[in-house]
């Protein structure tokens, strides 16, 4: 059966536009930081706000592109992602009060939250079955170069002065408006037009997929798999029929955050300090960071299709116990910043290899066709809430325990994901997600 490759990825890319803004969002506040405590002359309480204020604005897009993509389209709710990234970039950049700023950061997590979970559905509805967790994985992709291009515009900014952090925010607005264009330009997807009644459009999309046997068989899986209500309730969510895969696909979120990578993305100065680096080398270090985590993203896009979710995870679970075992015993010791660099850089690449675009694929993909763009944010509500809980404990956690002291309990939480995996999750790969509405439900 032969597929419109250019096509597909073309569309796939636009759509994981909005994984870039994620990165950059989730990445310039480290940069913008020392900046903006002298600005507003921030205490260590308001500068853990600022940070996490982000992660509240993302529960509140979460909970907002849900509905807005199972009522109006998948489409509408990137073009209003996008939007949003474009003036909350400019708002911080204009920023002249602490309030303000914070408005800001708050409206930009929202439309973080809703690139979060509109972006890999998108791709995941548009996508073949066969390079689905491919296409996914773009998104995942797209994070992570905006972090590392977000950390090298940082490092270069940081030069010109008290109003660096003002033009850090402002670039934003730049890829932000490329989105915006780009989505525009954008089909619907197929699945949510059928979901509308609107299948004669559904169906030439599909044949500019693939033409013939694919558009027509795919058509009517899909009409057989959907409920045709357009408002779905977070009650319908949690009805009895679908809870199970609901309640697994939140656990799978939060324990993506849980898991404790990201205290490596956010306290990488913190880390390295504890064993006497320098600002230069800390800065070098969350360079180094990016660095890693870009082709062991790549690697990843070429496995998840081949090797599949479940081993991804499981490999990916128990590595990062065994990691951070190893971190928290460096830490310990106090080994040099050369040592350490090389465990947490490892733990990294792991992460980026399973991890990191597994769950986005695993999330985008488990749910079934009447619930998935309510269920998505849900379960991407949990990861938020999972990662400002992550972000706010671990100085709490460093302060009484040592730097090092975090990593044990990260550890076990691993093995214990490592364990609801094993138990609980089933293989994806190949399966269309009309066939994943059956097996998973069974």
Known sequence: MKFNQAYILSISFISALGGYLFGFDFAVISGALPFLRATFVLSAAWEGFV???????????CLLAGKLADRYGRKPGLITSAGIFAISSLGMAFSHSLTQFISMRFMAGAGVGMASILSPLYIAEISPAHMRGRNVAINQLTIVIGIFITNLANYWLAGIGPAAWRWMFGLGTIPATLFLIGVIFLPESPRWLVKAGRTEQAFHILQKISAGEF????????????????????KAVFAKAVRPIVITGMILAAFSQFCGINVIFNYTSTIFESVGADLNRQLFETVAIGMVNIPFTLLAMWQVDKLGRRPLMLIGTIG?????????????EQATAGIVS?????????????????TWILISEIFPNNIR???SSVAVVSLWGAYFILVFTFPILAHYLG?????????????AG?????????????????QLEHTIGH
């Open 320 to 332: 990062l116990a065994i990691l951070y075992l190893i971190i928290a015993f460096l830490l310990r």
């Open 403 to 415: 730097t090092y002291g975090p990593f044990y309990l990260y550890a076990v939480i691993c093995f």
């Open 215 to 234: 558009a027509s068989s795919t058509l009517k899986d899909i009409e057989q798999s959907m409920d045709h209500r357009m408002n779905v309730s977070y």
């Open 51 to 61: 940070t996490g204020s982000l992660a509240l604005g993302c529960i509140a897009g």
């Open 373 to 375: 763009g309510t269920a």
């Open 418 to 434: 490592f364990l609801f995996v094993k138990f609980k999750i089933k293989e994806t790969k190949g399966q269309t997600l009309e």
């Open 342 to 358: 090389v465990s947490v850089l490892i733990a990294i690449a792991l992460y980026a290899t399973t991890l990191a675009p597994v």
